[in-house]
């Protein structure tokens, strides 16, 4: 489950929340850092870590495996330096105890290459883009244990769909 930030901002209602997503049988969910303020797009790092560290003592206390995706959207949010400080979050959320983790919009081999190395021996998300230029197995080679594709697949379905829309209302005309 592509979980947001928690749905919440305090440690104690994420834990809430990520309790009520596990009661719904899901195998895994990601909370991200990202505050949903323009303002303060992240949040403090000592507050994302435990918000992560809630978050997988709910999913401990349900007695369920499911897996803890961590996030940390420096990319995504135009952070003046997203690497380093994707790399120290995501450092601090492995820590914390998150299963997985994940910078989306990591995109390049080296930021990638960069950040595979910091988190070691834990595995590694990356959303796999065709602007990137890596293919799967360049990928796996660089250590990246799961790729996702996000909205890609719908978005061609639906460009699919619109355009036979499109091709049927012009043949009726």
């Not at 489950?1 to 997503?21: H, I, K, T, W």
């Amino acid at each position: 489950a592509d979980f947001e930030s928690g749905y919440a901002s305090q440690p104690e209602d994420v834990a809430e929340n990520v309790r009520l997503c596990v009661e719904t049988g899901v195998a895994g969910l990601s909370i991200e850092d990202a505050t949903g303020d323009r303002e303060e797009p992240l949040y403090d790092l000592p507050l994302a870590v435990e918000r992560i560290k809630a978050a997988k003592a709910a999913i401990k206390a349900s007695g369920a495996d499911v897996l803890l995706v961590a996030r940390s959207e420096c990319f995504l949010l135009g952070h003046p330096q997203p690497l380093a400080e994707a790399v120290r979050r995501l450092t601090a959320f492995a820590e914390a105890g998150a299963d997985v983790l994940f910078a989306p919009g990591a995109v390049k081999r080296p930021d990638i290459e960069a950040i595979v190395k910091a988190v070691h021996p834990k595995p590694v998300h990356v959303l796999l883009t065709s602007n990137a230029g890596l293919k799967i197995p360049e990928l796996a080679d660089l250590g990246v244990r799961r790729i996702s594709v996000g909205s890609a697949l719908a978005r061609t379905a639906w460009t699919a769909f619109i355009r036979a829309a499109h091709e049927i209302a012009a043949q009726s005309s």
